[in-house]
């Protein structure tokens, strides 16, 4: 690892948020190395999608106490764009078509918008076909599709296989997947998770938020959370979602209730 580098990555610390006046996240705390992954686990309704949402900027949600920092930056004071250009890459539960805009467009575009923030020229054509050609192959994504516009007529397979094609492109420092296994076969998940621990190194880190023990299975989580009713209400190795698995989350939902009502 590089030693100028700071080793917490992520770190949060009594998020609250909203979304009108219903608050959804209730004091979310976590702190991400560099070089582990997180998995967050939970029922439906739990706040792991709204975290990834505030993470990443959506105006949809406001925050309401707490702070988030990536790599010590102040994240929540951060335009969506700029946390891009920083190194947090969040790959959507349903990723958008965007008919008329080419994939090579659509990556050239950003990867030079990051380069600008940086004061960095931008890349000449060659060197990006070239580099695209590099990291198709880690997702093993067809020329065709990356030649067409942004995911449109993808299936949802090809979809996320999309996501992690645009992770690898863009070499993010926290890569989070908001239920990327979700409508995938075994053979897509298969592809999309070798993606993900080919792209792993000891100065990124990952958080992939799912309901599944089987894309565990794949990509081996360092920490396994349990998020529910806004919080993480418990922390363990990767036996928590063996647990989860075998168990379900009405146990969570029964110690948590408990404990509310002493």
């Known amino acids: 690892m590089n030693s100028e580098l700071p080793e917490v990555l992520l770190d949060v610390r009594n998020l609250h948020a909203s979304i009108g006046e219903k608050e959804i996240l209730k004091g979310i705390n976590l702190t991400i190395r560099r070089g582990e992954v997180h998995a967050i686990m939970g029922p439906n309704g739990s706040g792991k999608s709204t975290l990834s949402s505030v993470l990443a900027g959506n105006p949809a949600f406001t925050v309401t106490e707490g702070s988030a920092s990536l790599h010590g930056t102040d994240l929540l004071a951060l335009s969506p764009e700029d946390r891009s250009h920083e190194g947090l890459f969040l ?11 080419s994939m090579v467009n659509f990556m050239r575009a950003a990867v030079n918008a990051k380069r600008k923030y940086f004061n960095e020229p931008p890349m000449s054509a060659t060197d990006f076909l070239k580099m695209m050609r590099q990291k198709r192959a880690v997702v093993e994504l067809d020329n065709k599709l ?6 449109e ?7 996320k296989r999309n996501e992690i094609f645009q992770m690898a492109v863009l070499e993010p420092q926290l890569s989070i997947l908001d239920e990327t296994d979700s409508g995938l076969d075994i053979d897509a998940l298969r592809i999309v998770s070798q993606g993900v621990n080919t792209l792993k190194t000891s100065e990124n880190a990952t958080i992939v938020i799912t309901h599944y023990q089987r894309l565990l299975d794949y990509i081996k989580p360092d920490f396994v959370h349990v998020l529910y009713k806004g919080r993480i209400v418990k922390t363990g190795g990767p036996e928590l979602a063996l647990e ?11 110690e948590e209730d408990n404990k509310t009502e002493n």
């Open 91 to 101: 790959s959507f539960q349903y990723p958008v078509e965007i008919p008329g805009v």
């Open 146 to 151: 990356a030649s067409r516009s942004v995911n």
């Open 153 to 159: 007529g993808f299936s949802g397979g090809e979809k």
């Open 244 to 254: 989860l698995e075998e168990r379900g989350y009405d146990w969570i939902k029964e």
